[in-house]
């Protein structure tokens, strides 16, 4: 019988490239920072969910209807041809944007982000079935069983229904909430409808539920470039190491300088309130979206061990090494100066917005042809778009050349709201009069019913020039 040799391999460990996340349990905090957090999330909310039931004038106030390609905004009603001003919006909300991580660093993220909102709202749920932080995570420990079974089902139901509700809010600004509500009672749902309140729902219910603070720290292309609008004059959260360290723990009213501490008490409560599992002491780190839970729950602490509050704080790199503050450094009176301008030019825009547009095409088969009565003959076809809320008669006048006639003898135009009518006609000039072979001509629109709708665009008339 042969014999085998064996042999005794080393197996060298293999270090991950992906850590496997840990779930991150955020502590419950109070203090001012947490209050004007809770504020702004439930004002965001309300206005998310009860904007789309707010009525105007019969409809729905605000509504983006794309099938119908209208977009009201109370008394203003837009069009596809306005997408100009949309473009505008979105540059103002970028350089505000800008202007406010320049000034105060990532409140957006902290206070006001949809992800932020959201993940408050699931995380208030969480509290509410499962208990405080320590009991989620003895739960989370401990091995299944009808109690946990049922608070684990119990969580995911609210989180699932609350979704849902959340997807079904976000068709309901872009087809007319009522009309949709009574359709998903009576099961009557289109099936884009159907689709994008599942897709939303379930996006949020993966986002605010699951991921959480990974959106923040992997995703979010915002974390990764916020530092390039950072400057020594920007607010951060910062912890004064100076003042702190070396931090340990001691007992109240025990003399902490003379035992060679700093004001830390190393309580670890700072990382237990962050929602996204950061040291603040370590340092300013992308991961830091400046909620400020970290400042109350120190201030807390420093509060009641006697302490001047403020360890860790907003405050700004020149503020923590003792130098002079700049409000106004070139970065932010640029972004003021753009902002107010783009803002006013936007606002004027919109003031002196016509709802009437006007497009001149010319018959671009013939130049121009001549008539049995020896008159020149342009052919052009009128796109007049009817951007108003009403129905309107509108009259035809052009000119630029004297003695031009339109060869059309209903010159009275009616237009549907929200329609666009392709309105051809013929324009004949006595030669005589053309001294150039293009000669400018201006068409004139008006509202039969309302003088307020007033147009005109320019055209080029073609001829034959006689010398």
């Not at 206005?47 to 707010?54: A, Q, T, V």
């Not at 001691?250 to 060679?260: E, P």
Request: proline letters at 3%; glycine letters at 8%.
């Amino acid at each position: 019988m042969a014999e085998s040799n064996s042999q005794e391999v080393e197996v060298t460990p293999v270090e991950e490239v992906y850590a496997k996340r840990k779930k991150i349990y955020p502590r419950q905090v109070t203090g001012i920072f947490a209050s004007l957090r809770f504020t702004g999330v439930m004002v965001l909310l309300g206005l998310y969910y009860f904007g789309p039931f707010l009525q105007w004038d019969g409809r729905q106030a605000i509504l983006f209807d794309l099938p119908a390609r209208k977009f009201y905004i109370f008394d203003w009603i837009f069009w596809p041809q306005d997408f100009i001003y949309l473009a505008a919006l979105l540059i103002i909300a970028a350089i505000a944007l800008f202007l406010v991580t320049a000034l105060a660093g990532r409140v957006w993220c902290g206070y006001a982000c949809p992800q932020t909102v959201w993940t408050e709202a699931f995380l208030w749920i969480e509290r509410k079935v499962e208990g405080t932080r320590a009991k989620q995570m003895k739960l989370d420990k401990a091995g299944w069983d009808w109690t946990k079974f049922r608070l684990k089902i119990t969580k995911h139901f609210l989180w699932l229904a609350f979704s849902l509700f959340t997807g079904f809010v976000f068709v309901g600004w872009f087809t007319p909430i009522l009309e949709l509500s009574a359709r998903t009672w009576s099961f009557d749902l289109g099936a884009w409808e159907a689709f994008w309140i599942f897709f939303y729902g379930f996006a949020t219910y993966g986002n605010a539920g699951w991921m959480r603070e990974q959106v923040c720290m992997y995703m979010c292309p915002y974390a990764r470039f916020q530092s390039a609008m950072f400057d020594k004059n920007t607010l951060v959260i910062s912890y004064d190491e100076e003042r702190g360290e070396p931090r340990g723990s001691r007992k109240k009213g025990t003399d902490f300088k003379a035992d060679g501490k700093g004001a830390c008490v190393d309580c670890s409560l700072c990382v237990q309130v962050c929602p996204t599992g950061i040291d603040i002491r370590d340092g300013l780190q992308y991961q830091c979206i400046g909620c400020a839970a970290c400042v109350d729950v120190c201030n807390d602490v420093m509060d009641k061990m006697g302490y001047d509050r403020n360890l860790v704080s907003y405050t700004t790199e020149n503020a923590l090494h003792g130098k002079k503050e700049s409000f106004f450094r070139p970065r932010v009176t640029i972004y003021i100066v753009l902002l107010a301008v783009i803002t006013t030019a936007l606002l004027t825009s919109i003031a002196q917005r016509v709802p009437l547009g006007l497009d001149i095409i010319r018959d671009r088969n013939s130049l121009y042809r001549e008539t049995d009565e020896g008159m020149i003959e342009n052919v052009y076809t009128l796109k007049v778009m009817n951007m108003d809320l009403d129905s309107h008669r509108y009259s035809l006048a052009v000119g630029g050349i004297e003695g031009l006639r339109i060869a059309r003898a209903n010159k009275a135009i009616m237009v549907d709201s929200g329609a666009v009518l392709h309105y051809p006609i013929r324009i004949q000039v006595d030669p005589e009069k053309l001294k150039t072979a293009s000669t400018e001509l201006i068409f004139y629109l008006n509202a039969i019913d309302d003088d307020s709708l007033s147009v005109e665009e320019d055209g080029r008339f073609l001829g034959p020039v006689y010398k």
